[in-house]
């Protein structure tokens, strides 16, 4: 432990100034490190749900033998770090580009099967009115979520989307919600013009 320097000695008004550089050196880096730290939680909020969604990819590709490659290639990509978007050290934000761009070709090229054990002999369901109809042959007033999806060949996102922006109008709420089938035929034309 050092003493005080005695007062009006030349060291004393050195170890001052020092002091007062290191003390402004100080309040610099905190400054920059708070930056930094903010900066790095936006990137890590943005990368925990995009790593989430190329994981949720690779679960959902189909179990074809042509596909199998692509989701050891997407599982081994590592996307959910922070370094691996900068790209002079990671490529793996660029083969993951490249994967799904030739992912979306191949789902391009062949148009999904259909399950052969809901029925072989039955119409497909896409933009076919008769699958609106009720039992009585008229058109049903609303149907729900799944099958507004079937008829229009969509996601359920695509659906939700489509409501929230008015285009598609329904009745209820969540599990609930029926779409009109009006506004969906609209939407969606029906294809066999079975009205």
């Known amino acids: 432990m050092s003493a005080p320097l005695p007062e009006g000695e030349p060291a004393r008004g050195e170890a001052e100034r020092e002091r007062e550089s290191l003390k402004f050196e100080y309040e610099r880096l905190n400054k920059e490190s708070t930056s930094l730290f903010h900066k790095q939680g936006e990137i890590v909020a943005f990368v925990g749900p995009f790593a989430n969604d190329v994981a949720l990819l690779a679960d959902r590709l189909p179990l074809t033998p042509e596909w199998n490659a692509y989701r050891g290639a997407i599982q081994r ?56 109809r009720g039992t009585d ?52 034309p029906p294809e066999n013009n079975a009205n």
Request: hydrophobic share 40%.
């Open 77 to 132: 990509l590592s996307v959910s770090t922070v370094a691996a978007w900068h790209p002079p050290t990671s490529p793996d934000l660029g083969t993951l580009e490249l994967r799904l761009i030739e992912m979306l070709a191949l789902a391009a090229e062949r148009p999904p099967r259909h399950n052969a054990a809901s029925g072989a002999n039955r119409e497909p369901d896409k933009r076919n009115a008769a699958m609106l």
């Open 137 to 188: 042959g008229n058109l049903k007033r609303a149907v729900t979520v799944a099958d507004a999806c079937r008829y229009g060949g969509v996601e359920r996102r695509a659906i939700q989307k489509a409501v929230r922006k008015g285009s598609l109008e329904s009745d209820g709420k969540g599990p609930n919600r029926r779409i009109l089938v009006q506004s969906l035929m609209k939407y969606f």
